[in-house]
T-cell receptor, first 111, second 118 residues
């Protein structure tokens, strides 16, 4: 699996957009970009995933660069409940394909 | 979305005993499930891939005789920590994808099971 690089930590003011970057320069053509988050002492929660095109759902938007070597997760209006560790993962989108977690970004939303 | 459930959520045991953790896919079938372990302030580490009806595939450095995995049905995988010791104390998390579609999409995670070995 391709590896990812994320900042260790970030702060964001409540109500503002949180932009979390991720570098995945060794991503292969068929690998997807996945974002998960983990709130303390809980299992990871799926946020969004994409291959080439930008994606948006009720939780977030995913912006993938044209060369696919990096991406940005955007939480449009951050709330205190968005404080968590956010993981960017690249992997194949098959049912039996494992996903390997990196160190993630600890996002703290500040009141 | 699909639901993955783990039991127990917390377990405390004495050193030398064995502990079984169950992982169930509640509303979908999963021929493959994944087991992760997470130590405090660290990321999730993949331990093994559980395959229904066959032997699990273990990641490098994970002792298969220590962490027994059984995937007897399409909705249940179990992880047994044998002869547990304090260093096995950790947060164990299972996950699975919906099978049988052209675009499985996300991996669904259980709530996790916190094991404390005294």
């Amino acid at each position: 699996d391709a590896k990812t690089t994320q900042p260790t930590s970030m702060d964001c003011a409540e109500g503002r957009a949180a932009n979390l970057p991720c570098n995945h320069s060794t991503i292969s053509g068929n690998e997807y970009v996945y974002w998960y988050r983990q709130i303390h002492s809980q299992g990871p929660q799926y946020i969004i995933h994409g291959l080439k095109n930008n994606e948006t759902n009720e939780m977030a938007s995913l912006i993938i660069t044209e060369d696919r070597k990096s991406s940005t997760l955007i939480l449009p209006h951050a709330t205190l409940r968005d404080t968590a560790v956010y993981y960017c993962i690249v992997g194949y989108n098959f049912g039996n394909e494992k996903l390997t977690f990196g160190t993630g970004t600890r996002l703290t939303i500040i009141p | 979305g699909a639901v993955v459930s783990q039991h127990p959520s917390r377990v405390i045991c004495k050193s030398g005993t064995s502990v079984k953790i169950e992982c169930r896919s509640l509303d979908f079938q999963a021929t493959t499930m994944f087991w992760y372990r997470q130590f405090p302030k660290q990321s999730l580490m993949l331990m093994a891939t559980s395959n229904e009806g066959s032997k699990a595939t273990y990641e490098q450095g994970v002792e298969k005789d220590k962490f027994l995995i059984n995937h007897a049905s399409l909705t249940l995988s179990t992880l047994t920590v044998t002869s547990a010791h304090p260093e096995d104390s950790s947060f164990y998390i299972c996950s699975a994808r919906v099978q049988g579609t052209g675009n499985p999409g996300e991996l669904f995670f259980g709530e996790g099971s916190r094991l404390t070995v005294l």
